[in-house]
T-cell receptor, first 115, second 111 residues
């Protein structure tokens, strides 16, 4: 199994630009999570999906952030417009169950730098 | 909602010593408590978890204890090795809700 796949692995962009992060969960997994990690705030859950349906998006910072999961094998996290404070490592994770109490398998992360 | 506090933020030990990381949680309804390990530049990975129906769980050199009355749980690593050096995150939730992570503990094991 290839594990959770994220792209791009690194992204450098200028303030105001649109950024799209992509994730392919492990085949057969029913839940998908987007996290943001910074030194100051640690590991924060942004949003999670069960069976492609958004369940909890209370962690999405503001309207500039949006996430979609059009099918079981693909999800995107979009930031528009991007700001320097969005610089962070963004992780996607997936799990087999839908109770949020199963092992979460993290992808390698996307390191985003907004100049 | 749930809030998880983790201490200490950094921990330095000598190889062979034990390390203990402690977490407290606020929601008495939480019943699932996993620990994730993140090596430098890598992704977090689950190392052990405990559910509220048990008070302790062990896996080789790693153990987790849970005190539901006091709402705290701890990670114990015995006979530490340099490869144990990493950031450790605790987390807590109840079924169907978001998993809330602590801020992490950076463990350094020197040989």
């Amino acid at each position: 199994d290839a594990g959770v796949i994220q792209s791009p692995r690194h992204e450098v962009t200028e303030m105001g630009q649109e950024v799209t992060l992509r994730c392919k969960p492990i085949s057969g997994h029913n839940s998908l999570f987007w996290y943001r990690q910074t030194m100051m705030r640690g590991l924060e859950l942004l949003i999670y999906f069960n069976n492609n349906v958004p369940i909890d998006d209370s962690g999405m910072p503001e309207d500039r952030f949006s996430a979609k999961m059009p099918n079981a094998s693909f999800s995107t996290l979009k930031i528009q417009p991007s700001e320097p404070r969005d610089s962070a490592v963004y992780f996607c994770a997936s799990s087999l169950g839908t109770r949020s109490q199963e092992t979460q398998y993290f992808g390698p992360g996307t390191r985003l730098l907004v100049l | 909602g749930e809030n998880v506090e983790q201490h200490p933020s950094t921990l330095s030990v000598q190889e062979g010593d034990s390390a203990v990381i402690k977490c407290t949680y606020s929601d008495s309804a939480s019943n699932y408590f996993p620990w994730y390990k993140q090596e430098l530049g890598k992704r977090p990975q689950l190392i052990i978890d405990i559910r509220s129906n048990v008070g302790e769980k062990k896996d080789q050199r790693i153990a987790v204890t849970l005190n539901k009355t006091a709402k705290h749980f701890s990670l114990h690593i015995t006979e530490t090795q340099p490869e144990d050096s990493a950031v450790y995150f605790c987390a807590a939730n109840q079924a169907g809700t978001a998993l809330i992570f602590g801020k992490g503990t950076t463990l350094s094991v020197s040989s």
